[in-house]
């Protein structure tokens, strides 16, 4: 039912926006991370990436995800929000 209603209300774009950003969440060592999604992401703000940096972004991600994971200075965090301070 709680589904039903989330497609109710959000767009199928939208949706599919809220789930690639998701896997940014640095709960549990990144625990959500989804390289294929994070990929989707910067597809969907293509405007924002060029072919090149596309195509360097897959090793980018891994590397930052490596360095969130083993950093003490970022091991504590919790959300997005502690994320982006």
């Known amino acids: 039912m709680q589904l039903q209603e989330l497609n109710n209300r959000f767009s199928e774009a939208s949706t599919e926006l809220l789930l690639c950003i998701s ?9 959500a991370y ?5 990929i989707r992401l910067a597809e969907l703000y293509s405007t924002n990436f060029s072919i ?4 360097a972004l897959e090793q980018h991600i891994s590397t930052y995800i490596l360095d969130m994971r083993t950093s003490e200075e970022f ?9 982006a301070k």
Do not use: R
């Open 23 to 31: 896997c940014l969440n640095p709960s549990n060592s990144f625990s």
């Open 52 to 55: 090149v940096e596309l195509v």
């Open 75 to 83: 091991s504590s965090l919790e959300s997005i929000v502690d994320l």
């Open 34 to 38: 989804s390289k294929k999604k994070l």
